[in-house]
Structures are given as structure tokens and as C-alpha cells.
Nanobody, 124 residues
Framework: QVQLVESGGGLVQPGGSLRLSCAAS????????MGWHRQAPGKERELVAR???????NYADSVKGRFTISMDNAKKTVYLEMNTLKPDDAGVYYC??????????????????WGLGTQVTVSS
């Protein structure tokens, strides 16, 4: 079973910064992509940023130039550095990973997993 554990959310003033972390654990064979989505009250969940193994990261237009996603492959941990935060950036941030993992019979399983989410509040 693959688990994702997020940390780093909190309350920050507009213009401030936060760093989110998400660590993947389990019998992971390979991480294909790992990224962050967010959901504000009354809105649909949206992709914020995604790290792609051996590829270029994807960013939502609204965060380009302000957010940076990076990954420590050895730790299977993805980070989201968020700068110049705006009230519109507030919401629950969910980590998501597309991985290959080992099953109970050593078969390779492709799966997409989600973390429980971490709250980001941007307010003065």
C-alpha cells in the first residue's frame, strides 16, 4: 500500500511564503509523477503543480513564477515552494502521486494515490 503524508500548511499573510512537503512511502518501484492539487470552498479541485519523472514540471497559469515544485527522488518527497501568496491561493492542498509499486505477489501495480490534504490559509 502506498501512502502520501503532507506537511507544511498553515496561516500566512498575503505576500508571504510557505513550503509544503509530501513524502511517499510503501513498496514503490517508481514514481512517475508527483504533484499538488488544491480545493477552495465551493470550487473544484485543480492542479497546482506536478513534477514529472524525467520531464518538465507543469504549473497552473495562476501560480507560474510564484510557485516552484521540486523532488528528492531518494526520499520520494515532493516539495512546493509557494511565494507571494494571494488570498486566492487558499484552500486544502492535496498531494497526488502516480506510481508503480510492488504487489503482494511481487507483481507491479500502477496506481494513483492521494494524501489527506493540508490547509493553506492566506489572510491578514
Amino acid at each position: 500500500q502506498v501512502q502520501l503524508v503532507e506537511s507544511g500548511g498553515g496561516l500566512v499573510q498575503p505576500g508571504g511564503s510557505l513550503r509544503l512537503s509530501c513524502a511517499a512511502s510503501g513498496r514503490i518501484f517508481r514514481v512517475n509523477t508527483m504533484g499538488w492539487h488544491r480545493q477552495a470552498p465551493g470550487k473544484e479541485r485543480e492542479l497546482v503543480a506536478r513534477h514529472i519523472n524525467n520531464g518538465s514540471p507543469n504549473y497552473a497559469d495562476s501560480v507560474k513564477g510564484r510557485f516552484t515544485i521540486s523532488m528528492d527522488n531518494a526520499k520520494k518527497t515532493v516539495y512546493l515552494e509557494m511565494n507571494t501568496l494571494k488570498p486566492d491561493d487558499a484552500g486544502v492542498y492535496y498531494c497526488e502521486a502516480d506510481v508503480l509499486s510492488w504487489g503482494p505477489s511481487e507483481e507491479v501495480i500502477a496506481g494513483r494515490y492521494w494524501g489527506l490534504g493540508t490547509q493553506v490559509t492566506v489572510s491578514s
